[in-house]
Protein backbone atom coordinates (compact mmCIF):
# COMPACT_ATOMS: atom_id res chain seq x y z
CA UNK A 1 0.00 0.00 0.00
CA UNK A 2 1.13 3.34 -1.03
CA UNK A 3 1.32 6.11 1.57
CA UNK A 4 2.59 9.61 1.53
CA UNK A 5 2.83 11.78 4.45
CA UNK A 6 3.53 15.56 5.54
CA UNK A 7 4.42 17.33 8.04
CA UNK A 8 5.92 20.16 8.61
CA UNK A 9 2.78 22.66 7.86
CA UNK A 10 1.78 25.33 10.73
CA UNK A 11 1.15 29.16 11.28
CA UNK A 12 3.41 31.76 10.45
CA UNK A 13 4.01 35.40 9.83
CA UNK A 14 5.29 37.00 6.69
CA UNK A 15 8.87 36.70 5.98
CA UNK A 16 9.49 33.62 8.03
CA UNK A 17 9.99 30.21 6.91
CA UNK A 18 8.95 26.26 7.08
CA UNK A 19 10.00 23.23 6.15
CA UNK A 20 7.68 20.56 4.39
CA UNK A 21 8.76 16.77 4.76
CA UNK A 22 7.20 14.40 2.93
CA UNK A 23 7.81 10.40 3.21
CA UNK A 24 6.79 7.79 0.96
CA UNK A 25 5.99 4.44 1.60
CA UNK A 26 4.78 1.18 -0.24
CA UNK A 27 6.72 2.13 -3.92
CA UNK A 28 9.45 3.92 -5.29
CA UNK A 29 8.91 7.45 -7.85
CA UNK A 30 10.68 8.40 -10.30
CA UNK A 31 8.92 11.88 -9.43
CA UNK A 32 7.89 13.39 -6.27
CA UNK A 33 6.51 16.98 -5.45
CA UNK A 34 4.53 19.54 -3.80
CA UNK A 35 1.07 21.04 -5.11
CA UNK A 36 -0.65 23.45 -2.87
CA UNK A 37 -4.35 24.71 -3.04
CA UNK A 38 -6.48 27.57 -1.12
CA UNK A 39 -9.97 28.13 -0.95
CA UNK A 40 -11.51 28.58 -4.33
CA UNK A 41 -8.74 28.09 -5.81
CA UNK A 42 -7.38 25.40 -8.59
CA UNK A 43 -4.41 22.94 -7.22
CA UNK A 44 -1.25 24.28 -8.41
CA UNK A 45 2.26 22.28 -8.31
CA UNK A 46 4.45 24.25 -6.64
CA UNK A 47 7.80 22.38 -7.27
CA UNK A 48 8.78 18.79 -8.11
CA UNK A 49 11.93 16.74 -8.62
CA UNK A 50 13.11 13.50 -9.86
CA UNK A 51 15.32 10.81 -8.74
CA UNK A 52 18.62 12.39 -10.15
CA UNK A 53 17.60 15.48 -8.62
CA UNK A 54 16.40 17.76 -11.48
CA UNK A 55 14.16 20.28 -10.07
CA UNK A 56 11.25 22.27 -10.95
CA UNK A 57 9.29 25.50 -9.13
CA UNK A 58 6.94 27.61 -10.15
CA UNK A 59 7.38 30.92 -11.08
CA UNK A 60 5.37 32.35 -8.26
CA UNK A 61 8.62 30.69 -5.83
CA UNK A 62 11.22 30.38 -7.36
CA UNK A 63 13.88 32.07 -5.20
CA UNK A 64 12.09 31.45 -2.33
CA UNK A 65 11.45 27.86 -2.19
CA UNK A 66 13.74 24.92 -2.88
CA UNK A 67 13.01 21.50 -3.01
CA UNK A 68 14.75 18.14 -1.79
CA UNK A 69 15.28 14.56 -1.75
CA UNK A 70 16.85 12.05 0.42
CA UNK A 71 16.29 8.87 -2.08
CA UNK A 72 17.71 6.44 1.21
CA UNK A 73 15.03 7.61 3.37
CA UNK A 74 12.17 8.59 0.43
CA UNK A 75 11.73 11.44 1.30
CA UNK A 76 11.10 15.12 0.02
CA UNK A 77 11.57 17.97 1.45
CA UNK A 78 10.08 21.82 0.39
CA UNK A 79 12.42 24.53 2.24
CA UNK A 80 10.33 27.66 2.30
CA UNK A 81 11.37 30.88 2.83
CA UNK A 82 10.29 34.20 2.49
CA UNK A 83 7.06 33.57 3.16
CA UNK A 84 3.66 35.38 2.03
CA UNK A 85 -0.07 35.54 2.60
CA UNK A 86 -0.31 34.39 -0.78
CA UNK A 87 1.06 31.16 0.04
CA UNK A 88 -1.39 30.32 2.63
CA UNK A 89 -2.78 27.01 1.28
CA UNK A 90 -2.97 23.54 1.72
CA UNK A 91 0.12 21.63 0.67
CA UNK A 92 -0.02 18.48 -0.98
CA UNK A 93 3.16 15.88 -1.25
CA UNK A 94 2.26 13.89 -4.46
CA UNK A 95 4.40 11.30 -6.76
CA UNK A 96 4.38 9.96 -9.95
CA UNK A 97 5.91 7.37 -12.22
CA UNK A 98 6.52 9.30 -15.49
CA UNK A 99 9.51 9.88 -16.49
CA UNK A 100 7.74 13.17 -17.80
CA UNK A 101 7.25 15.94 -15.88
CA UNK A 102 3.56 17.33 -15.90
CA UNK A 103 1.76 19.89 -14.06
CA UNK A 104 -1.77 17.51 -14.38
CA UNK A 105 -3.62 16.86 -11.69
CA UNK A 106 -4.13 13.66 -13.44
CA UNK A 107 -0.78 12.58 -14.10
CA UNK A 108 0.02 12.43 -10.10
CA UNK A 109 -0.24 8.93 -8.82
CA UNK A 110 -0.50 8.93 -5.45
CA UNK A 111 -1.39 11.51 -2.72
CA UNK A 112 -0.56 12.61 1.07
CA UNK A 113 -3.55 14.00 3.42
CA UNK A 114 -2.10 17.59 3.47
CA UNK A 115 -0.41 19.80 5.45
CA UNK A 116 -1.75 23.40 6.28
CA UNK A 117 -0.01 26.83 6.02
CA UNK A 118 -1.32 29.98 7.06
CA UNK A 119 1.17 33.08 6.74
CA UNK A 120 -0.60 35.59 8.61
CA UNK A 121 0.41 39.62 7.52
Known amino acids: QVQLVESGGGLVQAGDSLRLSCVAS??????MGWFRQAPGKVRTLVSS???????YYADFVKGRFTISRDNAKNTVYLQMNSLKSEDTAVYYCAASTLVFGSTNIGDWRSWGQGTQVTVSS
Open 26 to 31: GSTFYR
Open 49 to 55: IDLSGTT
